[in-house]
């Protein structure tokens, strides 16, 4: 079996960042009868660096049956909306014009965001007549507009028709979570049928608990000081900026450290309020490969998913969760709806109102004055649970089976 995958974010090896897709494509190849071209963009999505040595082409192969494809992204993605978009644009005709010339597939599969990338895939599959999955990680435009990056009414209007669009033409549309399943048939109930649900999930060959002594706090300083952790991009949807307010507050405990770790444009921002405040209370630390994260989780004493307040964060399953779930640790969420449902069906840990720092607050108070027992035992009950619902391996081969019927 043939898979041509257009994903503008595919992650380079030990790449920081949601790695969803760097393991299904691992699992999908598992058989040695499977075989994978991955149509992706060559600037990271996160620091805005370009990928690979070439500007415009770039020829990787990752594994037996897998070969990742680099096409040319407009380098400044990470400058601005404007920007971003052209970085869209860009990858957008890069990717369809270099598929062109790949051998006809029997599927194709679309990954968001953006709606753009699923030009390439819904052309590819009219001109070698196959048939391609959409899958929806982001439910565009709504988080963009949700998020106050969208504004303009003629490209909302345009996005909206390019989202009704894609989704007529797949052939099925995968979503991460029930709540974008049921925000989709609200608004599209024609395409009910079509709709299939692969959630984010937990890799457990990637992320293992261990000691939380290791390397990472001796390199980094944390000696026997409470850790709350960040992992992720520093964004305009991410609001890290109630991390820094709360540090303030707690500027004369030192025995808490506030670690964010990871690349994104409101960094800068996040460092100047840190100097202005002269907080010695939180460290700032670039993206780490994927094969250390596990590490710097394992050091955490608490690992936090801090996201805007808006509906369409209600629908969302951050992977970075069941990364600190498959490693153990509790966590502090600030995302309302499915995640806030996660941490608590699993009591995994505790959940704060989105953009509240004094709710923040109260909650970083409530995990400083919980026994270590207390916190062992949120870590022990959300391996438990993820082990049970969220096996990433478990996962890939339902996706597999849909996409073998496709292809039949």
């Given at each position: 079996?043939?898979?041509?995958?257009?994903?503008?974010?595919?992650?380079?090896?030990?790449?920081?960042?949601?790695?969803?897709?760097?393991?299904?494509?691992?699992?999908?190849?598992?058989?040695?009868?499977?075989?994978?071209?991955?149509?992706?963009?060559?600037?990271?999505?996160a620091t805005?660096k370009?990928?690979?040595?070439?500007i415009?082409?770039?020829k990787?192969?990752?594994?037996?049956?897998i070969t990742?494809?680099?096409?040319?992204?407009?380098?400044?993605?990470?400058?601005?909306?404007?920007?971003?978009?052209?970085?869209?644009?860009?990858?957008?005709f890069?990717?369809?014009?270099?598929?062109?010339?790949?051998?006809?597939p029997?599927?194709?599969?679309?990954?968001?965001?953006?709606?753009?990338?699923?030009?390439?895939?819904?052309?590819?599959?009219?001109?070698k007549?196959v048939p391609?999955?959409?899958?929806?990680?982001?439910?565009w435009?709504?988080?963009?507009i949700a998020?106050?990056?969208?504004?303009?009414?003629?490209?909302?209007?345009?996005?909206?028709?390019?989202?009704?669009?894609?989704?007529?033409?797949?052939?099925?549309?995968?979503v991460l979570?029930?709540?974008?399943?049921?925000?989709?048939e609200?608004?599209?109930?024609?395409?009910?049928?079509?709709?299939?649900?692969?959630?984010?999930?937990?890799?457990?060959?990637?992320?293992k608990?261990?000691?939380?002594?290791?390397?990472?706090?001796?390199?980094?300083?944390?000696?026997?000081k409470?850790?709350?952790?960040?992992?992720?991009?520093h964004?305009?949807?991410?609001?890290?900026?109630?991390?820094?307010?709360v540090?303030?507050?707690?500027?004369d405990?030192?025995?808490?450290?506030?670690?964010?770790?990871?690349?994104?444009?409101?960094?800068?921002?996040?460092?100047?309020?840190?100097?202005?405040?002269k907080?010695?209370?939180?460290?700032?630390?670039?993206?780490?490969s994927?094969?250390?994260?596990?590490d710097?989780?394992?050091?955490?004493?608490?690992?936090?998913?801090i996201?805007?307040?808006?509906?369409?964060?209600?629908?969302?399953y951050?992977?970075?969760?069941f990364?600190?779930?498959?490693?153990?640790k509790?966590?502090?969420?600030?995302?309302?709806g499915?995640?806030?449902?996660l941490?608590?069906?699993?009591?995994?840990?505790?959940?704060?109102?989105?953009?509240?720092?004094?709710?923040?607050?109260?909650?970083?108070?409530?995990?400083?004055?919980?026994?270590?027992?207390?916190?062992?035992?949120?870590?022990?009950?959300g391996?438990?649970?993820?082990?049970?619902h969220f096996?990433?391996?478990?996962?890939?081969?339902?996706?597999?089976?849909?996409?073998?019927?496709?292809?039949?």
């Amino acid at each position: 079996m043939k898979i041509i995958l257009f994903h503008q974010y595919f992650l380079g090896k030990n790449d920081p960042g949601g790695s969803r897709w760097n393991q299904l494509t691992k699992y999908f190849t598992e058989d040695g009868d499977s075989t994978i071209d991955v149509m992706a963009g060559n600037i990271h999505y996160a620091t805005g660096k370009q990928v690979g040595e070439k500007i415009w082409y770039n020829k990787e192969k990752i594994d037996t049956n897998i070969t990742v494809h680099r096409t040319w992204t407009y380098a400044g993605y990470n400058a601005n909306f404007l920007g971003r978009l052209i970085g869209y644009f860009s990858y957008m005709f890069s990717s369809l014009w270099k598929s062109l010339f790949l051998p006809k597939p029997d599927v194709i599969i679309v990954t968001s965001p953006s709606l753009f990338v699923g030009v390439s895939a819904l052309a590819l599959s009219k001109i070698k007549r196959v048939p391609f999955i959409f899958e929806v990680r982001d439910l565009w435009p709504e988080s963009a507009i949700a998020t106050g990056v969208l504004t303009n009414k003629h490209l909302i209007n345009i996005l909206s028709y390019l989202e009704k669009k894609l989704y007529h033409h797949a052939t099925k549309i995968v979503v991460l979570t029930p709540a974008f399943k049921k925000d989709i048939e609200k608004r599209f109930p024609q395409y009910i049928e079509k709709i299939e649900i692969i959630t984010n999930a937990a890799d457990f060959d990637l992320m293992k608990p261990a000691e939380k002594n290791n390397w990472v706090r001796t390199k980094y300083g944390w000696g026997e000081k409470k850790v709350f952790a960040y992992f992720g991009t520093h964004g305009l949807a991410n609001d890290l900026m109630q991390v820094i307010e709360v540090a303030r507050k707690l500027k004369d405990n030192k025995n808490v450290l506030f670690v964010l770790i990871g690349d994104g444009m409101q960094k800068p921002l996040l460092k100047e309020k840190v100097k202005a405040y002269k907080l010695d209370n939180v460290q700032f630390i670039d993206s780490v490969s994927k094969d250390k994260v596990g590490d710097f989780i394992n050091a955490s004493d608490v690992c936090m998913a801090i996201l805007k307040k808006t509906d369409t964060f209600k629908t969302v399953y951050p992977n970075k969760v069941f990364d600190y779930m498959s490693c153990k640790k509790p966590s502090l969420v600030t995302i309302d709806g499915i995640t806030r449902k996660l941490i608590e069906d699993a009591n995994s840990g505790l959940y704060a109102e989105p953009e509240n720092s004094d709710a923040f607050y109260t909650i970083i108070e409530k995990f400083l004055s919980t026994s270590n027992s207390s916190m062992q035992e949120m870590g022990e009950s959300g391996y438990k649970y993820v082990k049970e619902h969220f096996d990433r391996e478990a996962l890939s081969r339902r996706y597999i089976n849909i996409i073998k019927n496709l292809s039949q």
